[in-house]
Nanobody, 119 residues
Framework: QVQLVESGGGLVQAGGSLRLSCTAS????????MGWFRQAPGKEREFVAA????????YGADSVKGRFTISKDNVKNTVYLQMNSLKAEDTAVYYC????????????WGQGTQVTVSS
């Protein structure tokens, strides 16, 4: 099993920034990907960004491209999501997820961290 612990959420004004962190522990994998998803009230969970163990990253909605940056620290088993120029529509619970090598899905999820952007 892999345990994921997120931190860094909170309340911020529109135009502000937050950095989310997610640290993985437990079973180790040589190759994996970690990602961020978000779910706003009344909406389905949405893919935000992901990064593989080798470094390449992908981003989901066009609305976050250029504003959000995903990065990782392999030594700390931690992935980050730097969110700049935040908008009210970024308000959601943000979830960290882990996809082991060989898996087509994200098999492990964190509990989520609330991000609220006030306009």
């Amino acid at each position: 099993q892999v345990q994921l612990v997120e931190s860094g959420g909170g309340l911020v004004q529109a135009g502000g920034s937050l950095r989310l962190s997610c640290t993985a522990s437990g079973r180790t994998f040589r190759r994996y990907a970690m990602g961020w998803f978000r779910q706003a009230p009344g909406k389905e969970r949405e893919f935000v960004a992901a990064i593989s163990w080798t470094g390449p990253s992908t981003y989901g909605a066009d609305s976050v491209k250029g504003r959000f940056t995903i990065s990782k620290d392999n030594v700390k088993n931690t992935v980050y999501l730097q969110m700049n120029s935040l908008k009210a529509e970024d308000t959601a619970v943000y979830y960290c997820a882990f996809r082991p090598e060989g898996s087509l899905t994200y098999d492990f999820w964190g509990q989520g961290t609330q991000v609220t952007v006030s306009s």
